[in-house]
C-alpha cells in the first residue's frame, strides 16, 4: 500500500471548537442559554464568512475586527474584544486526534495542516503545542491570504504538501470545505470525531 499524505484542519478536529460554549462563558449576559448563544455565535462568527473571513484570510487585523463586530452586533468593544482573544483559548487539544496523529505518525505517513487561521491564533498555536512540531508542512489561511473553501488554497496547499490530489486525504468538520477539497482531486473526511474517521480510513485503505 502507497501510503497516503493526511491532511488536518484544525478546530473542530484537531482542536476544540465551540462558539456556543465559549460565548456562554465570556457573555454570560447574553449567552443564557445553548439557543441564545447559538444566535449569538451567528452574530459574532457569521459562519466564517464576511469579518470573520477577512480576519481568516489576514486582510482584518484584531482592533478593526472588534470595532466591525461591536458596530453590527451592538455588543460593547471590551466584550468583542473579550470574545476574539478567547478564541485561542477555547482552542485545546482534542485528546483522541492528537493520538491518531501520533500513531500516523510511527506508521510513516505524511502530515500536513490546512487551517484557516488568523495570523494571532498561529502563532499561539505554533508556541503553545509541541505536536505542532511533528507535521512536515502546512497552511494556515491568513498568511496565505486564501482561505478555504476557495480552490486556490486547496492547489496552494498540494504544492506546498509536495503531492498529488489523490495522494492526499483531508480530515475537515465544517462539510463545504470537504465538497470543495474533493472537487480539487483530494480525498476528503467530513470529521465527527478520531475514531470514525480512523475507521473510514482503514476500510478505504488509505491507513497503514
Avoid: C
Wanted: hydrophobic share 45%.
Amino acid at each position: 500500500m502507497s501510503l497516503k499524505k493526511i491532511v488536518f484542519d484544525f478546530g473542530g478536529v484537531l482542536f476544540h471548537w465551540k462558539p456556543t460554549r465559549l460565548l456562554q462563558r465570556e457573555l454570560p449576559q447574553h449567552a443564557t442559554d445553548e439557543a441564545s448563544a447559538a444566535r449569538w455565535a451567528q452574530a459574532v462568527f457569521e459562519g466564517y464568512g464576511g469579518d470573520w473571513a477577512e480576519f481568516d484570510r489576514g486582510t482584518l487585523e484584531v482592533p478593526e475586527l472588534v470595532q466591525r463586530i461591536a458596530r453590527r452586533t451592538g455588543l460593547d468593544v471590551a466584550d468583542v474584544l473579550r470574545v476574539v482573544m478567547a478564541v485561542p483559548v477555547e482552542l485545546q487539544p482534542q485528546a483522541a486526534t492528537v493520538d491518531l496523529l501520533g500513531r500516523l505518525r510511527q506508521a510513516g505517513h505524511g502530515l500536513h495542516y490546512l487551517s484557516n487561521m488568523p495570523r494571532p491564533f498561529a502563532d499561539i498555536i505554533e508556541s503553545r503545542e509541541p505536536f505542532i512540531s511533528w507535521f512536515d508542512s502546512g497552511v494556515y489561511s491568513a498568511r496565505e491570504g486564501v482561505i478555504k473553501p476557495e480552490p486556490a488554497i486547496y492547489a496552494l496547499a498540494a504544492t506546498r504538501f509536495g503531492a498529488r490530489p489523490d495522494e492526499l486525504v483531508f480530515l475537515d468538520d465544517h462539510l463545504p470545505n470537504v465538497l470543495a477539497a474533493r472537487q480539487m482531486g483530494w480525498n476528503a473526511l467530513h470529521f465527527s470525531d478520531a475514531a470514525t474517521a480512523e475507521a473510514a480510513m482503514r476500510e478505504a485503505g488509505w491507513m497503514a
